[in-house]
Antibody, heavy 126, light 107 residues
Framework: EVQLVQSGPEMKKPGESLKISCKGSGDSFIKYWIDWVRQMPGKGLEWMGTISPGDSDVRYSPSFEGQVTISTDKSINTAYLQWSSLKASDTAIYYC???????????????????WGQGTMVTVSS | DILMTQSPSSLSASIGDRVTVTCRASQSIGTYLNWYQQKPGKAPNLLIYAASSLQSGVPSRFSGSGSGTDFTLTISSLQPEDFATYYCQQTYSIFLTFGGGTKIEIK
């Protein structure tokens, strides 16, 4: 069974850097795009961006472009989300998710997040 | 960005009730619409994809419908484990967006 296992909770100070990870099991890791989703305390889901582990093609939400960096190391089936200078407003749970391609009509498929990591809580406070 | 608007933002219902949640897109998205369930402290879970296709392992009391700009998620007979927050998501645009969520609480 394919799983995504994320790194543990982080407590950081404003201005510090951070890199969190999302490790996939199984040899199909590079076949699917991996997405990152933010959930601020008590709030809804926000799509941040996505990466293709096979060729490291990355796309960012306009809301997060320039704020974070998404990367991958396909040799160890791992995707990353990183910040160079954290702010208190980055406090949130961050989820990675596999972007499955699900067929629903002949020749037509839809992207959907069919497997999720357990989430990484990031707390930024002075 | 395509704006996804869910209504209501919360509702109270009883076990056995039929519940409907609505999601409206700011432009036509065909059937590129997914629904997720999230329980407190847990990651979201895919329920419905392509507006009306039930994800493997999801109970048949969940159903989805709609196309274009208006979509609904229906729970035919609410069960105790269904009290959670539900999100719609469009994947029509390369910039994906979620609805604000609908929290279903026990009456």
């Amino acid at each position: 069974e394919v799983q995504l296992v994320q790194s543990g909770p982080e407590m950081k100070k404003p201005g510090e850097s951070l890199k969190i990870s999302c490790k996939g099991s199984g040899d199909s890791f590079i076949k699917y795009w991996i997405d990152w989703v933010r959930q601020m305390p008590g709030k809804g889901l926000e799509w941040m961006g996505t990466i293709s582990p096979g060729d490291s093609d990355v796309r960012y939400s306009p809301s997060f472009e320039g704020q974070v960096t998404i990367s991958t190391d396909k040799s160890i089936n791992t995707a990353y989300l990183q910040w160079s200078s954290l702010k208190a407003s980055d406090t949130a749970i961050y989820y990675c998710a596999r972007r499955g391609v699900l067929p629903f009509l002949e020749g037509i498929a839809i992207d959907a997040f069919d497997i999720w990591g357990q989430g990484t809580m990031v707390t930024v406070s002075s | 960005d395509i704006l996804m608007t869910q209504s209501p933002s919360s509702l109270s219902a009883s076990i056995g009730d039929r519940v409907t949640v609505t999601c409206r897109a700011s432009q036509s998205i065909g059937t590129y619409l997914n629904w997720y369930q999230q329980k407190p402290g847990k990651a979201p879970n895919l329920l419905i994809y392509a507006a009306s296709s039930l994800q493997s392992g999801v109970p048949s009391r969940f159903s989805g419908s709609g196309s274009g700009t208006d979509f609904t998620l229906t729970i035919s007979s609410l069960q105790p484990e269904d009290f959670a927050t539900y999100y719609c998501q469009q994947t029509y645009s390369i910039f994906l967006t979620f609805g604000g969520g609908t929290k279903i609480e026990i009456k």
